[in-house]
């Protein structure tokens, strides 16, 4: 299959404005996934991966070979759009067999291909129905049949799950990255929804403004957010910000909505300071403890496993997690209204930029 490497791709628009620079490597059979907001650019750059965007600057390398030059249909890339570009008025066999049928390949050939994918994806009762008359899960399967009828070195994908409800978009989630797997096909996947990122990536790419902000496993992307757009586009952890007004033996003491909170690392006193802090390793009591801050308790919301506790801290909203039972109990029958809470010092990420 092939290695992809984006060096300094860029697209600068007529207005000004523009996508890019972008670094990214993709490795072999590797699944990355291209995650920001509407907007960040995530269409744009697998278009200028795909070669369907005219003008693009900077070097685009399959296995080495710079292809920013090379016509799209030579690229060896399945792709399935935005917005699902089937064919209404013919048949899923016809669908998926327009790319062999464009490249001539023999009838027989083709056929063995789209029973072959047809059977991969669970639609092989469907090989005689027109488009118009399966369900958009079953167009979504057939658009990755079509996809991957010509034995795509790179596959594209862009948010093909985006129009199916949360079930379905699950189990497609999983058999997408079983197909994935098994072809060991090189995939560059886009998408909108942290949640999806997570559950299918090897690696993700978080986009902002038309540049790459953080590349790393959906667990190194958890745990260290890189900078506060990050920390707040994954929702993994609680922001805060302050100003540090002690330092001593690597310890910071930062003032934040007129509490004291002290952390870990280093820093210039009375400069500005942002942090992170994930549900987990919020500490809270109904009691007081010295050095804890209060907040007003805003919501308790029972999950899995645990409960999500909603704070108002000031202005500042703080999640936290619990598993303790019989505190939440006691919260609920106390009609507790202000709550005190603590980070847990060395859980404390500090974000830069
Ligand atoms: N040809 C163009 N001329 C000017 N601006 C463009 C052009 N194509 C895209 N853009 C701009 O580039 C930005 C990124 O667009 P893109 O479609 O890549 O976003 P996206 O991350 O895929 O968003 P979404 O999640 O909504 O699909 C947008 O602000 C868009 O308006
Ligand atoms: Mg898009």
């Known amino acids: 299959m092939v290695k992809v490497e984006l060096k300094g791709l860029i697209r600068e628009f007529d207005d000004g404005s523009k996508i890019g620079p972008i670094d990214l490597q993709v490795q072999d059979g590797e699944l990355l996934t291209l995650l920001g907001p509407?907007?960040?650019?995530?269409?744009?750059?697998?278009r200028m991966v795909a070669g369907f965007i005219e003008d693009v600057g900077g070097s685009l390398l399959f296995n080495g070979r710079n292809m920013v030059n090379?016509?799209?249909?030579?690229?060896?890339?399945?792709?399935?759009?935005?917005?699902?570009?089937?064919?209404?008025?013919?048949?899923?066999?016809e669908n998926i067999s327009f790319g062999p049928d464009m490249v001539g390949w023999s009838r027989e050939k083709t056929i063995d291909r789209v029973e072959e994918l047809a059977d991969l994806l669970g639609i092989h009762h469907l090989l005689l129905r027109r488009i118009s008359e399966v369900s958009g899960g079953e167009?979504?399967?057939?658009?990755?049949a079509r996809a991957l009828a010509t034995n795509p070195?790179?596959?594209?994908?862009?948010?093909p799950l985006s129009a199916l409800d949360l079930q379905l978009r699950e189990r497609?989630?999983?058999?997408?990255r079983r197909i994935q797997r098994k072809l060991k096909i090189t995939t560059i996947y886009v998408t909108h929804s942290q949640d999806e990122a997570f559950a299918i990536s090897d690696r993700v790419a978080i986009l902002d403004n038309g540049l790459v902000v953080q590349v790393g496993t959906p667990e190194q992307l958890y745990d260290s957010p890189a900078n506060e757009f990050v920390a707040r586009f994954l929702g993994s952890g609680n922001?805060?910000?302050g100003r540090i007004t002690d330092i001593s033996e690597g310890r910071l003491l930062v003032e934040a909505n007129n509490n004291l909170f002290e952390i870990p690392g280093d820093g210039e006193i009375n400069s500005q300071i942002t942090f992170s802090v994930k549900p987990e390793d919020v500490l809270i009591s109904d009691g007081t403890s010295s050095g804890w801050a209060e907040a007003e308790l805003v919501a308790i919301t029972p999950q899995v496993g645990s409960f999500k506790i909603t704070l108002d801290f000031n202005g500042t909203p703080i999640i936290a997690l619990t598993y303790d039972e019989?505190?939440?109990k006691r919260m609920r029958v106390n009609?507790?209204?202000?709550?005190?809470?603590?980070?847990?010092?060395?859980?404390?990420?500090?974000?830069?930029?």
């Open 326 to 328: 019989e505190l939440v």
């Open 70 to 93: 090379v016509e799209p249909r030579e690229r060896k890339i399945g792709m399935v759009f935005q917005s699902v570009a089937l064919f209404p008025n013919m048949t899923v066999f």
């Open 38 to 46: 509407s907007g960040s650019g995530k269409t744009t750059t697998l």
């Open 139 to 144: 167009a979504q399967r057939v658009a990755l």
């Open 239 to 241: 922001v805060v910000s």
């Open 153 to 159: 070195e790179l596959l594209l994908l862009d948010e």
């Open 172 to 176: 497609l989630q999983t058999e997408i």
């Open 335 to 353: 009609g507790e209204k202000t709550i005190t809470f603590a980070f847990k010092p060395e859980s404390i990420i500090i974000l830069r930029g």
